[in-house]
């Protein structure tokens, strides 16, 4: 009897631990690298501060699938604190299917952008990257642009 109760209370934790691990969701976040992993579809979070003349990858990760159809990546000067004027921003279609997003820019050249490219910041100081959807802020991050 003792055996047969062990086991049941065992199948019940391996039942409300898989229900809690396939609930548990990703918390959105702003990745920003100097390396892409194109057979990974992933970005290695390098750090938070970047040459002006460094290759800049920028992702949002959202967990398990995007519940919008389009989001919106804006640049702004200042920090997070006190965030200026709109450097620019870029409009991108996504999927339920996606649950990622990698904003990567190529020269004429055919070349990865730069931070100074892909930020449109010619001057080192801060950016803050914002991505919204359906008119609310999802995430934000502060990086650091300087001169190597």
């Not at 019940?12 to 691990?21: D, K, P, Q």
């Not at 690298?33 to 800049?56: K, Y």
């Not at 200042?78 to 999927?95: C, F, P, Q, Y």
């Not at 449109?120 to 914002?130: F, Q, Y």
């Amino acid at each position: 009897m003792r055996k047969k109760a062990k086991l049941a209370i065992l199948a019940i934790l391996m039942v409300v631990g898989s229900l809690w691990t396939g609930c548990r969701t990703e918390d959105p976040i702003i990745v920003c690298g100097r390396e892409w992993n194109p057979a990974l579809q992933i970005v290695a979070d390098t750090s938070s501060e970047f040459g002006l003349g460094e290759p800049l990858y920028i992702q949002f990760r959202y967990g398990t699938g995007f519940d919008f159809n389009a989001l919106r990546m804006s640049f702004y000067e200042g920090t997070l604190a006190n965030k200026g004027k709109e450097i620019w921003s870029h409009d991108a279609r996504v999927s339920e299917k996606m649950s990622s997003y990698t904003l990567q820019g190529r020269t004429k050249h055919s070349e990865f952008m730069s931070a100074r490219e892909l930020t449109r910041h010619k001057e080192p100081g801060t950016v803050v990257i914002e991505i919204s959807a359906n008119g609310r802020v999802i995430v934000s991050k502060q990086i650091e642009l300087v001169r190597k």
